[in-house]
């Protein structure tokens, strides 16, 4: 066989074999001049411990995008598997800017003041560390500046697989 790299794939496709990872479901959000922003995110991930490292990809076609970037600073919260609503709410386009968060409980992030939802698994809250471009979005590289983990003995996740919000069980 000879190689093809070529590296033209549908979007359909690749949409769907990556719909076959199952991905965490979270919320990134920042302060524009003072209006809270957020978005909810499944390209998430861990990069280096030492420093501690994550990375978060954003559209470059939302508003958020330009918060972010502007801002310098974001939080990360870890949706559980009673979040659904939350993650809905902040995957819709066209939300009203000044309340999008009316009825989300959430508390300001100790270090940045970005908010973090309330009940949340875990959270973190970043400082750019550096960005790339990653074709319709850009990968934002965050230094963990704080963190916390929920008060509960056994936390479910909100995972999404296959095109669908589900639960994952730690026990």
Known sequence: MTPDPSGSVAPGDFRAAMGRFASGITIMSTSQAGVAHAMTANAFTSVSLDPPLV???????????????ECGYWAVSVLAAGDRAIADR??????????????????????????????ALSWLECRTWATYDGGDHTIVVGEVLSLGTGETDDPAALIYYTGQYRELRGS
Do not use: E, N, W
């Open 90 to 119: 902040f995957a819709r386009s066209g939300r009203h800017l000044y309340s999008q968060f009316d009825g989300v409980p959430t508390v300001a992030g100790p270090k940045t003041g970005c908010p973090v939802i309330a009940g």
């Open 55 to 69: 990375l978060v990809c954003v559209d470059k076609g939302v508003r958020m995008h330009d918060a972010v970037l």
